[in-house]
């Protein structure tokens, strides 16, 4: 089991920053990658970054490339979502996820394993 714990979600004007953190605990040697995804109100969860362990390769999706950085710090098993110039849109409920497997896929939700609570990003306009 893994479990996952995030932080530094909260409200913020357009144009801001904020970074959360994701802690992992326990049998995090069996998580291949991490990943963040969001739900905003009515809407499906939808992919934002993820980053593997071993090579550190990241991934985005389009409506956040450029604007936020997924980063880790693997002595502390933790991995870090910096989002910069945040919009109304951006606006949702932020998920952690652990992926066990070793495959190339890292963008669908179905491909994790472990799931955080969540912490709220709210972008006030």
């Known amino acids: 089991q893994v479990q996952l714990v995030e932080s530094g979600g909260g409200l913020v004007q357009t144009g801001g920053s904020l970074r959360l953190s994701c802690a992992a605990s326990g049998r995090t040697f069996s998580s291949s990658a991490m990943g963040w995804f969001r739900q905003a109100p009515g809407k499906e969860r939808e992919f934002v970054a993820a980053i593997r362990w071993s090579t550190g390769s990241t991934y985005y999706s389009d409506s956040v490339r450029g604007r936020f950085t997924i980063s880790r710090a693997n002595a502390k098993n933790t991995v870090y979502l910096q989002m910069n110039n945040l919009k109304p849109e951006d606006t949702a409920v932020y998920y952690c996820?652990?992926?066990?497997?070793?495959?190339?896929?890292?963008?669908?939700?179905?491909?994790?394993?472990?799931w955080g609570q969540g912490t709220q990003v709210t972008v006030s306009s």
């Open positions: 996820a652990a992926k066990r497997s070793f495959t190339t896929t890292v963008r669908a939700a179905r491909e994790y394993d472990f």
